[in-house]
Antibody
Framework: QVQLVQSGAEVKKPGASVKVSCKAS????????INWVRQATGQGLEWMGW????????VYAQKFQGRVTITRDNSISTAYMELNSLRSDDTAVYYC?????????WGQGTLVTVSS | QSALTQPASVSGSPGQSITISCTGT?????????VSWYQQYPGKAPKLMIY???NRPSGVSNRFSGSKSGNTAALTISGLQAEDEADYYC??????????FGTGTKVTVL
């Protein structure tokens, strides 16, 4: 069965970086795009960007341009999302999700807390 | 890119039908068939309910249906049940090759 398993919760200080992983199983990793979506507590979903694991091509939401990088290691079917220059308002649950025009499988979410 | 506009809340009694709207522009909702809908329970990951405007994934109840007219997409839940009480989000592909979510709608079953 398709699964996306994310890395554990992180606590970071303002100005630091965080890198969240998303390990895929149950399907051919390079056949489907990977998206990253975040959700602050009590707030809505926010799309951050996507990557084609086959080509490595990425597209980011304008809001995160220059601060987010999505990469992958196809040898271990894992995608990564790195967010730099963290601020308190980056505190959120970060999800990876499989798919292009629609996201059919989601990771369990990774809580990133930014606090001094 | 501004979030798509959804009503903050919609409510209905068991057995009734409700519709959640998702309004964008010709650069997103109106320009593409790539609108999907997600159901989310508190503390859980979103679940795909409708894709490509009106298609239902295997395993999703046929009480859920989707449509689109112009710049507005809609999710209809018929025969409302207690288990439908959740948050619902639309998302659309955009002319910038990005995606944008709706603001989210809390569905309450009275």
């Amino acid at each position: 069965q398709v699964q996306l398993v994310q890395s554990g919760a992180e606590v970071k200080k303002p100005g630091a970086s965080v890198k969240v992983s998303c390990k895929a199983s149950g399907y051919t990793f390079t056949s489907y795009d990977i998206n990253w979506v975040r959700q602050a507590t009590g707030q809505g979903l926010e799309w951050m960007g996507w990557m084609n694991p086959n080509s490595g091509n990425t597209v980011y939401a304008q809001k995160f341009q220059g601060r987010v990088t999505i990469t992958r290691d196809n040898s271990i079917s894992t995608a990564y999302m790195e967010l730099n220059s963290l601020r308190s308002d980056d505190t959120a649950v970060y999800y990876c999700a499989r798919g292009g025009s629609y996201k059919d499988y989601w990771g369990q979410g990774t809580l990133v807390t930014v606090s001094s | 890119q501004s979030a798509l506009t959804q009503p903050a809340s919609v409510s209905g009694s068991p057995g009734q039908s409700i519709t959640i709207s998702c309004t964008g522009t010709s650069s997103d909702v109106g320009g593409y068939k790539y609108v999907s809908w997600y159901q989310q329970y508190p503390g859980k990951a979103p679940k795909l309910m409708i894709y490509d405007v009106s298609n239902r994934p295997s395993g999703v109840s046929n009480r859920f249906s989707g449509s689109k007219s112009g710049n507005t997409a809609a999710l209809t839940i018929s025969g409302l049940q207690a288990e439908d009480e959740a948050d619902y989000y639309c998302i659309s592909y955009t002319s910038s090759s990005t995606y944008v979510f709706g603001t989210g709608t809390k569905v309450t079953v009275l």
